[in-house]
């Protein structure tokens, strides 16, 4: 990787502190944004994860051994911005010279260059400490562990501009204080913890809780899930993620008594019969799939829901006094950083004085008591409201509302019990210290030293444990002693692969800012800005009611036209589909989730001035979204985790599979073929015959490799689709990675005439297509027998194959001939697995697979580096698994039979000159033309074109991710472009005509503003955005904007290059930008930075020899 030179920092500097220009708080602003700059840059390769500049300095100062004064100096300049609204101007003016010094120093220890003589004379001669407030706050203190001693621990403040260390003593002192010894087990040094209600004598600290990298936010039912009836540990948690989740008559009661207590809380009063109605057509699946005595089910459902509309006329209002006048929060979710919880409560009194959590089984008959779980569950939500909010817990009600019972065995109070609440917040550690050590050395000697026995406490449940819980453990453990051993080894590696993405996906990755979820509360408001994460200073324009007309469902939000500094606003990088969290906060501070409760919604709809938000559960009223003086909305990306769950369980399953079908997937034999074959279809033309005869013939896997613009979903897709089905016998799953592919492939059943059903979201489906949604068709059938039935003669089953996945355990007892599987090179090895390996007894659900795709557009997602994925175990090299970023299909494509694969090379979107760069680099000069009339026909201008443009000198706080001049040439081509197809050809079309691709958003930002100034109106409809939105679509002219300015930005440009079998390197990303255009490729860029890169100085070559 290249890096920026020392001297554009010390630049950036000296203009901070001279200019004029600006006001102090945005030249503070500036003097941050470059610090962040400078972290992430120094960071990037780290073999770490971050989750904010703090933990990026910390590991710097390890690293690289700068002194403590520069780094507390450094620290304390962090630690005062991220406060900046609490200081005055005045504040802010004094101190900036001594942050900016602090600054200067870093460049100069990090980069290894001296402070230029001119700027030091700007400067303060030296670092000077500075007498804060006291950092000791008694609510939390964040610390990092800088020792572990045999008895205690000695910790830093974050927060704290001192160098004092304090010791943190893990033994019970005589006065009776907690016991934390349990840490010493857990804690290394660099682990950050919060110590909550903290109180210090001298050096010594005394919290009431001690909280593990409290950036991992555990979810509450993951932690009271512990507290087993058998036997309370946290191994249950590792457990219940290999354990499969059935569909039971308890699990359907339970969701049912849930949608009972909205329907009485929002008034609804409706009768059995109508609620029963809408819940069976939102479940209908999952009543197909389980076998329950339907008799017994309803009888239970209309007792619990008489049971619960006495509760709600009776006991809501007298006992708990939630009254009509004040209303309700109904699943309110919370995001606890300093308790390191996550968690949604079932119903909440706005002002968070009562809260109750809604089961529907049974209480511990024996004790006639709580069970501890249920009870542990709402000790955590009460914690929260106490130590976060604030709330004593004198004024803080919890109730468990049973809602089984009809006497007063249906609500019970739960007390604070501070001993038990240790004892959970013990467990949450271990649970988060266990997946940090997953992540580095793998699961191997947990399991082999996990048994049984260790998940029981004797005397405790012991007839349920030894009848009912053992014999189930046992079962579940078993294939970890029994499995083949290289399926074993390829388990716990990807296992320990899984785990560490799940890391990133929490604490942020070395390489990329603004990431992980922590960023939410660890990044200021202007970089979350930066990279689209999130809108602020929304407000509620209107809200619409439920489908069922109770509650509001539906919110319009308002979008502000510039940010705060008055700057043209970076593009949300929210799309339709995406879940998202909406919070309130004052709008003088920085916006924070963790601050309020949250609501989770998706986007339904993004317009050029307004967010349209789908609530995850309706609300009451309207009053709910009422906000102070002051106030205002915003949004930012929700945090789920719970697809993992089937991810992990399918790599389990590669255990307990039939033992063929995991041979093949391993690589350990390679995947066969018939020896002959009849075609039941005529396919139009020999390449298409050819590719159904050879998928047909393949009995476990092919592989159709579909370079842009080859037809793979429209030509192959269907060809071998209709080859499938004109067996009357068989049946056919179709997927894809994302949504818009799905959308894309139901395009061509419908016109192709082939009835389907869809699974997923009904948000992420394009409207043309939602009819075709299980949940739309099963809305209308009234009986069990009936959704059976659809289940069972449905011949075409599509979603993304996360939707499949789920879907098809629920399908168990339907059996599918064919899974066709496209955008197969954008998914790793443990996203396939639940389909490969789904299996009932010793057969599996789906007997073929044919994957599509293309190992040279973009491949999978993943946040790991190379140095981290690299698989490294002799077994699995020898089967050609090298790295665990690889696709499953890039493993295969290098080792499956020449029979059990397909190229397809005649491609029907770009013209030959466009066409020619992209096939000589990337796929040995096979591509060819169809052709097609516009392949042939002459337009008069050159097809691919190379435009340099110099950046404008950089201004003071300017982005790296925004090119100013960059964007000016590019609106100046578009409005050349659009005068040219007015010319040739009468007319404009914004969609097909032209489309700019650019690696930023905020650069598109910048693009988007340059085409307002143009005299046309109709380039402010054309699409511009990043790349990775661009692979599957096309337009006639493609501009693309390499927008970098600096040499450290070239790592990004160049993260999807490798070199293949031929010895050519082949750039992913790249790839796809210049494989979009029909007609015209035109780029523009840097060229003395871009030639830094072979291949881009191969390519601007290229495009000057093509004129």
Not at 222 to 244: H, M, Y
Not at 264 to 273: D, K, M, P, Q, R
Not at 335 to 351: S, V
Not at 521 to 541: F, N, P
């Amino acid at each position: 990787m290249e890096y920026t030179s020392a001297d554009y920092y010390y630049d950036d500097i000296r203009r901070c502190l001279t200019t004029t220009q600006y006001d102090i708080r945005r030249r503070c602003s500036m003097a941050y944004r470059l610090f962040v700059e400078l972290m992430n840059e120094t960071t990037a390769d780290a073999p770490a994860s971050f989750s904010g500049a703090f933990s990026r300095l910390h590991y710097l100062h390890a690293q690289r051994g700068f002194s403590d004064t520069l780094y507390h100096a450094a620290n304390d300049f962090r630690v005062r911005w991220r406060r900046a609204d609490e200081l005055t101007e005045a504040e802010l003016t004094d101190r900036l010279p001594g942050d900016l010094r602090a600054l200067a120093d870093l460049v100069a220890g990090l980069k290894q260059a001296p402070v230029p003589a001119e700027l030091a004379a700007l400067l303060p001669r030296h670092l000077t400490a500075v007498e804060s407030p006291e950092p000791l706050s008694e609510k939390c203190l964040r610390v990092v562990v800088d020792a572990v001693l045999s008895h205690e621990l000695t910790v830093s403040p974050t927060d704290a501009n001192s160098d004092t260390e304090f010791q943190l003593p893990l033994a019970p002192d005589a006065a009776g204080g907690r016991d934390f010894r349990y840490l010493l087990s857990l804690v290394e040094p660099g682990m950050q913890l919060n110590l909550v209600a903290v109180r210090r004598e001298g050096h010594r600290l005394f919290p009431e809780l001690v909280i593990l990298e409290p950036d991992y936010l555990v979810n509450v039912t993951a932690i009271a899930q512990c507290f087993a009836r058998t036997g309370t540990c946290s191994e249950w948690n590792v457990l219940k993620k290999f354990d499969p989740f059935v569909t039971s008559q308890h699990t359907l009661l339970g969701s049912l008594s849930g949608q009972m207590l909205d329907e009485e809380v929002h008034g609804l009063e409706a009768g059995y019969a109508d609620t029963a109605r809408r819940f069976f057509s939102d479940h209908a699946l999952e009543f197909a799939a389980c076998d329950f005595d339907r008799q017994e089910f309803h009888a239970q459902a209309q007792q619990q829901q008489r049971n619960l509309r006495n509760l709600s006329q009776n006991t809501f209002k007298h006992q708990l006094h939630l009254s009509d006048e004040e209303g309700v929060c109904i699943e309110p979710s919370f995001f606890c950083e300093m308790l390191g919880l996550q968690g949604r409560i079932d119903l909440m009194k706005p002002d968070g004085t009562v809260v109750l959590e809604q089961k529907s089984g049974k209480i511990d008959e024996y004790n006639r008591t709580p069970y501890r779980e249920h009870e542990l569950q709402l000790m955590l939500y009460m914690a929260m409201r106490h130590y976060v909010f604030g709330q004593s817990y004198s004024r803080l009600q919890g109730y468990l509302l049973y809602s089984r019972y009809a006497d007063e065995r249906s609500t019970w109070p739960i007390p604070n019990a501070p001993e038990r609440l240790r004892e959970a917040f013990r467990l949450r550690n271990e649970i988060v210290a266990r997946e940090e050590q997953f992540a580095r050395t793998g699961m191997r000697d947990f399991i082999a030293q996990l048994t049984p026995d260790q998940l029981h406490r004797p005397g405790q449940a012991d007839a349920l444990w030894n009848k009912n819980i053992r014999p189930q453990v046992e079962t579940l453990l078993a294939p970890f002693h029994t499995a083949d051993p290289t399926a074993l080894v390829y388990f716990y590696r990807f296992h320990r692969f899984l785990v560490r993405e799940n890391l990133l996906s929490r604490f942020g990755s070395s390489g990329k800012e603004a990431s992980g979820f922590a960023a939410a509360w660890q990044c200021t408001t202007a970089e979350k800005r930066e990279v689209g994460s999130i809108l602020t200073d929304l407000r509620l324009l209107s809200t619409e009611t439920a489908e069922n007309g109770h509650g509001v469902k539906h919110l319009h939000l308002v979008l502000p036209d510039t940010d705060p500094n008055g700057e043209t606003t970076t593009p949300p990088n929210f799309r339709t589909g995406d879940i998202v969290v909406l919070y309130r906060y004052e709008t003088a501070r920085e916006p924070d989730l963790r601050r309020d409760m949250v609501f989770r919604a998706t986007v339904r709809q993004i317009l050029e001035h307004e967010v349209v938000l789908t609530l995850r559960e309706a609300q009451t009223e309207a009053r709910v979204f009422c906000l102070r003086e002051g106030q205002s909305w915003a949004i930012e990306p929700d945090f789920m985790d719970a697809g993992t769950r089937g991810i992990y369980r399918g790599l389990y399953n590669l255990l307990t599979a039939p033992a063929d079908r995991r041979a093949w997937v391993l690589g350990q034999r390679p995947p066969s073929t018939a020896t002959h074959v009849e075609l039941l279809t005529t396919p139009e033309n020999a390449e298409l015959t050819q590719l159904v005869r050879k998928a047909k013939a393949a009995r476990d896997l092919f592989l159709l490799v579909g370079p842009p613009g080859t037809g793979k979903t429209s030509k192959g897709l269907m060809c071998l689709l209709l080859e499938e089905l004109a067996d009357p016998d068989t049946q056919v799953l179709l997927g894809a990675f994302t949504n818009r592919a799905v959308d894309e492939i139901c395009g061509k059943l419908v016109q192709a005439g082939i009835d389907f059903v869809r699974v997923g979201n009904e948000m992420s489906c394009d409207p043309r297509y939602r009819d075709y949604l299980l949940d739309a068709k099963t809305r209308a059938l009234k009986q069990l027998d009936e959704v059976k039935q659809l289940v069972r003669e449905v011949r075409v089953v599509v979603g993304t194959t996360h939707s499949l996945a789920g879907t098809v355990t629920l399908m168990a007892d339907k059996h599918f001939s064919l899974a066709i599987v496209d955008e197969a090179s954008q998914l790793l090895e443990p996203h396939l697995l639940p389909l490969l390996m789904a299996h009932t007894g010793n057969r599996p659900l789906i007997d073929r697979f044919v994957l599509i795709g293309d190992h040279r557009q973009l491949p999978a997602v993943v946040q790991q580096p190379a140095s981290e994925s690299l698989v490294t175990e002799a077994e699995l090299c020898a089967l050609g698994l090298t790295d665990c970023r690889r696709s499953f299909f890039e493993r295969f494509i290098e080792r499956i039979p020449a029979e059990c694969r397909h190229y397809f090379t005649r491609q029907g979107r770009m013209h030959p000159a466009v066409a020619d760069f992209p096939s000589r680099q990337f796929y040995e000069g096979k591509l060819c033309p169809i052709p097609l009339p516009h392949q042939e026909a002459a337009i008069g201008v050159p097809r691919l074109a190379f435009y340099d443009c110099v950046p404008d000198t950089l201004e003071l706080g300017h982005s790296p991710k925004g090119n100013p001049a960059e964007a000016r040439r590019i609106a100046q081509l578009a409005v050349e472009e659009y005068a040219r197809f007015v010319a040739q050809r009468g007319g404009f079309d914004p969609i097909k005509d032209l489309g700019i691709i650019v690696p930023y958003r905020r650069q598109i930002a910048l693009v988007r503003n340059a085409l307002l100034q143009s005299p046309h109106p109709e380039l402010a409809e054309v699409t511009i955005d990043t790349v990775e939105r661009f692979q599957g679509s096309e337009c006639n002219t493609i501009i693309y904007g390499f927008t970098v300015t600096r040499a450290s930005q070239l790592a990004f440009l160049c993260s999807t290059q490798f070199e293949d079998e031929c010895g050519q390197w082949v750039d992913r990303k790249l790839n796809v930008a210049l494989t979009r255009a029909r007609e015209r490729m035109l780029i523009v860029g840097y060229r003395p930075l871009l030639e830094r890169v072979p291949l881009f100085r191969e390519l601007i070559a290229f495009c000057e020899s093509a004129h």
